[in-house]
Structure formats: structure tokens, C-alpha cells
Nanobody, 116 residues
Framework: QVQVVESGGGLVQAGGSLRLSCAAS????????MGWYRQAPGKQRDLVAT???????NYAVAVRGRFTISRDNAKNTVYLQMNSLKPEDTAVYYC??????????WGQGTQVTVSS
């Protein structure tokens, strides 16, 4: 089993920054892909960014150049640095741990609200 816990959400003004953290514990394997997704009210959950254990990253077009994903493999932790935040970034942000056929795990989510 894998436990996933996010932290770092909050309220920020447009143009501001926030840093999200996600710690995974339990049966974590080296090939795990970790990532962030977000879901705004009334909308589907969408990819924000993912990162492999080797550091390969993938970003949604809407956040490229503003958000940076990173991870600490020794701590099984992934981070999302969010800069130049916009009101449309407002959503619940979820951390995902993808171990392929061994399972995919989600955190409980953390609210990010960007005021205009």
C-alpha cells in the first residue's frame, strides 16, 4: 500500500507564488512516476505536471514556464513550485503516484485559490 499526503495549498493574489509538497510512503518502487493534477469546480481532473524517477518532466501547456515540478527520490517527495499564478489556476490540486501495474494512488487534495 501507498499513502500520499499533500500540503502547501492556500489563498494567494494573482501574480503570487505557492509551493506544494507531496510525500509518499509505503511500498514505493524506483520506477514510480509522480505528478500533480488539478480539478476546478464542475470540471474534470486534468494533468498539471509529472516527473519520472530519472527527472524527465511533462507539463500541461497552460502551466509551462510558470510551474516547476521536482522530486526528491530519497524522500519519495514531489514538489510543485507555482509562480505567476492566475485566477484560472484555482482548483483542488491532487498528487498522484503511478506505479504502473502495481497501482496508482491519489492524495486527498489541497485547495489553491488565486484571487484577482
Amino acid at each position: 500500500q501507498v499513502q500520499v499526503v499533500e500540503s502547501g495549498g492556500g489563498l494567494v493574489q494573482a501574480g503570487g507564488s505557492l509551493r506544494l509538497s507531496c510525500a509518499a510512503s509505503g511500498s514505493i518502487f524506483s520506477a514510480t512516476v509522480m505528478g500533480w493534477y488539478r480539478q476546478a469546480p464542475g470540471k474534470q481532473r486534468d494533468l498539471v505536471a509529472t516527473i519520472t524517477s530519472g527527472g524527465y518532466t511533462n507539463y500541461a501547456v497552460a502551466v509551462r514556464g510558470r510551474f516547476t515540478i521536482s522530486r526528491d527520490n530519497a524522500k519519495n517527495t514531489v514538489y510543485l513550485q507555482m509562480n505567476s499564478l492566475k485566477p484560472e489556476d484555482t482548483a483542488v490540486y491532487y498528487c498522484n503516484v503511478d506505479q504502473g501495474t502495481l497501482g496508482k494512488y491519489w492524495g486527498q487534495g489541497t485547495q489553491v485559490t488565486v484571487s484577482s
